[in-house]
């Protein structure tokens, strides 16, 4: 199984829209923000599956097409690659708030299809994204969870890390990583020892 990093899109590799009514909807709108390449490299790098999901209801709206997102996405990723930032996976939610669906987060639809389609345990993954929504959607399948803290913005959801931008979030992720197998590693020496102090007393007793 494949452990992943799930990015939020906006406000997490690109600038946002001036106001929460507007959208993306021009690649030349699209401005990613400083740091986002090497951060994706470093995970990369570290074995993360590098996917983006986002809550994109300007197709709802009407502001553009799936396919014209798509070849916004497609040229994101493009311009990542070519840096050496590698997105394994992109997935959005089309929908209105209203009526509900499974996959706008904080539903967690889109986690789910991703593990299923690129083999992600959820559970050694995390969810890195500037909402609380984006914490609660990492909670419900298990992740742990980064959040991006936007200017003057307070963090609610009780992430397991919090950060000033993507890059930050990573570099305290990968300590948080690294913390965790120094730990596993420590763990499985001490049980080898003993179970090699039992087999010695076995055949000395023999």
């Not at 070519?82 to 009526?99: F, K, M, R, T």
């Not at 020892?193 to 039992?198: K, L, Q, V």
Request: with cysteine.
């Amino acid at each position: 199984m494949n452990k992943a990093a799930f990015l939020d899109r906006d406000g997490v590799i690109n600038r946002k829209a001036p106001t929460e009514d507007e959208y993306i909807t021009r690649w030349e709108e699209m401005h990613i923000l400083p740091g986002v390449f090497e951060a994706i490299a470093l995970l990369n790098q570290a074995g993360f599956r590098v996917i983006v999901v986002s809550n994109q209801r300007c197709i709802a709206k009407g502001l553009l097409t799936a396919n014209e997102l798509d070849s916004i996405h497609q040229r994101m990723c493009n311009e990542l690659a070519a840096l050496g930032a590698n997105i394994d996976g992109v997935y959005y939610c089309p929908h209105e708030e209203q009526p509900p669906c499974s996959c706008r987060k904080p539903e967690p639809g889109m986690l789910f299809a991703a593990a299923r389609e690129h083999q992600v345990d959820l559970s050694s993954s995390w969810m890195i994204g500037d909402s609380d929504k984006d914490v609660e959607t990492g909670r419900r399948v298990g992740c742990r969870t980064a959040r991006i803290l936007r200017p003057r913005a307070n963090a609610d959801g009780n992430p397991d890390v919090l950060a000033r931008s993507l890059l930050e979030a990573v570099q305290q992720i990968l300590r948080v990583e690294e913390s965790v197998n120094d730990r596993q590693e420590i763990g499985a020496v001490r049980s080898n020892r003993r179970s090699n102090h039992a087999v010695n007393r076995v055949v000395t007793k023999g």
